[in-house]
T-cell receptor, first 112, second 115 residues
Framework: SAVISQKPSRDICQRGTSLTIQCQVD?????MFWYRQQPGQSLTLIAT?????????ESGFVIDKFPISRPNLTFSTLTVSNMSPEDSSIYLC?????????FGQGTRLTVV | AQSVTQLDSQVPVFEEAPVELRCNYS??????LFWYVQYPNQGLQLLLK??????LVKGINGFEAEFNKSQTSFHLRKPSVHISDTAEYFC?????????????FGTGTRLKVLA
C-alpha cells in the first residue's frame, strides 16, 4: 500500500501570501490528486496531476490560484496563492493504487 | 455526473448498540464505492470498498456495507459499536469507466458513541 507524506502538517499564514504544500509517495504513481476539506465539510477534488503534463482542474478551481507541479512519479506540490481566510482548510494529497485511494495526513492551513 | 448523499450529518449511539450510516449515490455509469473514516486530527483511512462481486462487503474494525444497485445505496453497518468508533465517516464513489479514479465524497456522518 502506498505511503504518502505531506509537508507541512499545519501552518498559519498571513492573508495575501502563498504556501506550497509538498506530497511525497513511496512508490511511483501515474496520477496524484489534491483535495480540499473546508471546516465541517467533505472533501472536494481540486485537481488531478499527471507527471509531465499540466494538472486538470475541477470546476471552481483555477491554476492561478492553485498552481500544481508534478516533476516526477513520486512527488507533487500544490501552492495556495494570494491566500484569504476563505482558504483556511485541510489540503490532502491522494493517490490511487489497487483500486483504492490513499491519502496523506493532510495540511491544516489557517489564514489570518 | 455523480453525486453522493449521506442523509445523516450526525449519529449518536450508545456503546455496544448497532449502527447504520446511510449512503445513497447517483450515477449514470458503473461505480466503485468506498467508506472512509477520519478520526479526530487524522487523515482518511479506508474502511471498506466495493469494486465488484459479492454485494456484502466486510471491512476493518467490524464494519460491513451492502451494495444495493436497485436502491443505489451503500449503507455502512456495525452490530456493536465501541467508544473508539467515534469519528467522521465518508462515503465515496469513483467512476469505473473514466479510468481517472476521481472520487466524489459525501458530506460525511459524524458518529458519536456514548458511554
Amino acid at each position: 500500500s502506498a505511503v504518502i507524506s505531506q509537508k507541512p502538517s499545519r501552518d498559519i499564514c498571513q492573508r495575501g501570501t502563498s504556501l506550497t504544500i509538498q506530497c511525497q509517495v513511496d512508490s511511483q504513481v501515474t496520477m496524484m490528486f489534491w483535495y480540499r476539506q473546508q471546516p465541517g465539510q467533505s472533501l472536494t477534488l481540486i485537481a488531478t496531476a499527471n507527471q509531465g503534463s499540466e494538472a486538470t482542474y475541477e470546476s471552481g478551481f483555477v491554476i492561478d490560484k492553485f498552481p500544481i507541479s508534478r516533476p516526477n512519479l513520486t512527488f507533487s506540490t500544490l501552492t495556495v496563492s494570494n491566500m484569504s481566510p476563505e482558504d483556511s482548510s485541510i489540503y490532502l494529497c491522494s493517490v490511487e493504487e489497487g483500486g483504492r485511494a490513499f491519502f496523506g495526513q493532510g495540511t491544516r492551513l489557517t489564514v489570518v | 455526473a455523480q453525486s453522493v448523499t449521506q442523509l445523516d450529518s450526525q449519529v449518536p449511539v450508545f456503546e455496544e448498540a448497532p449502527v447504520e450510516l446511510r449512503c445513497n449515490y447517483s450515477s449514470s455509469v458503473s461505480v466503485y464505492l468506498f467508506w472512509y473514516v477520519q478520526y479526530p486530527n487524522q487523515g482518511l483511512q479506508l474502511l471498506l470498498k466495493y469494486l465488484s462481486g459479492s454485494t456484502l462487503v466486510k471491512g476493518i474494525n467490524g464494519f460491513e456495507a451492502e451494495f444495493n444497485k436497485s436502491q443505489t445505496s451503500f449503507h455502512l453497518r456495525k452490530p456493536s459499536v465501541h467508544i473508539s468508533d467515534t469519528a467522521e465517516y465518508f462515503c465515496a464513489v469513483s467512476d469505473k469507466t473514466s479510468g481517472t479514479y476521481k472520487y466524489i465524497f459525501g458530506t460525511g456522518t459524524r458518529l458519536k458513541v456514548l458511554a
